[in-house]
């Protein structure tokens, strides 16, 4: 079964430092996909990033960047130049072999990001 | 469009008590789910449905059960609340595999 394990719980900054967010997922899928959710206080979820199995290129999007890593079932996340904005609770998700009657989504335990002015 | 709608967004419920979560969006997705949220955790998929009349569970589907007649809606039951279903419940849907768009939630608080 799959799994994603966010192994920070809490990580705290002052605005401008630049922040990893880690995610470590097990599938024993080839073909799956990885997302990135934003919960920010008022308690919604805001999608982020998707990224399937294939495509190992990193993203960027702004001040985000994603850097996938097959090689140890990594997807990780930076915030460059941190904002109090971004203060938040992210979310790794692994959705594996999606199709016809198979479409389970995992989250992890999430990491809260405190950004400090 | 509205998105995903949910309501109520707030209820309390004794113990033995039944309701039903009401979930509705209006992007045509094929894709719903529901899941619950405790506090300091991440989200876990109670039931999910790939298209109208079709459902199957996720990884906590005991004391929970749901319907999908219409593309649009998909509610969610709680036969019998007990304490340890207090949380707060997302429903989501998506167009096959893509990104997951979700609902604001329902605070939910069995006593």
């Known amino acids: 079964a799959q799994k994603v394990t966010q192994a920070q719980t809490e990580i705290s900054v002052v605005e401008k430092e630049d922040v990893t967010l880690d995610c470590v997922y097990e599938?024993?899928?080839?073909?799956?996909?990885l997302f990135w959710y934003k919960q920010p206080p008022s308690g919604e979820l805001v999608f982020l990033i998707r990224r399937n199995s294939f495509d190992e290129q990193n993203e960027i999007s702004g001040r985000y960047s994603w850097n996938f890593q097959k090689s140890t079932s990594s997807f990780n996340f930076t915030i460059t130049a941190s904002q109090v904005v971004d203060s938040a609770v992210y979310f790794c998700?692994?959705?594996?072999?999606?199709?016809?009657?198979?479409?389970?989504?995992?989250f992890g335990a999430g990491t809260r990001l405190t950004v400090k002015p | 469009n509205a998105g995903v709608t949910q309501t109520p967004k707030f209820r309390i419920l004794k113990i033995g008590q039944s309701m039903t979560l009401q979930c509705t969006q209006d992007m045509n997705h094929n894709y719903m789910y529901w899941y619950r949220q405790d506090p300091g955790m991440g989200l876990k998929l109670i039931y999910y449905?790939?298209?109208?009349?079709?459902?199957d569970k996720g990884e906590v589907p005991n004391g929970y059960n749901v319907s999908r007649s219409t593309t649009e809606d998909f509610p969610l039951r709680l036969e019998l609340a007990a304490p340890s279903q207090t949380s707060v419940y997302f429903c989501?849907?998506?167009?096959?595999?893509?990104?997951?768009?979700f609902g604001p939630g329902t605070r939910l608080t069995v006593l």
């Open positions: 449905s790939v298209g109208a009349g079709i459902t």
């Open positions: 989501a849907s998506s167009y096959s595999s893509n990104e997951q768009f």
């Open positions: 599938t024993r899928d080839t073909t799956y996909y």
């Open positions: 998700a692994l959705s594996e072999a999606p199709g016809y009657n198979n479409n389970d989504m995992r």
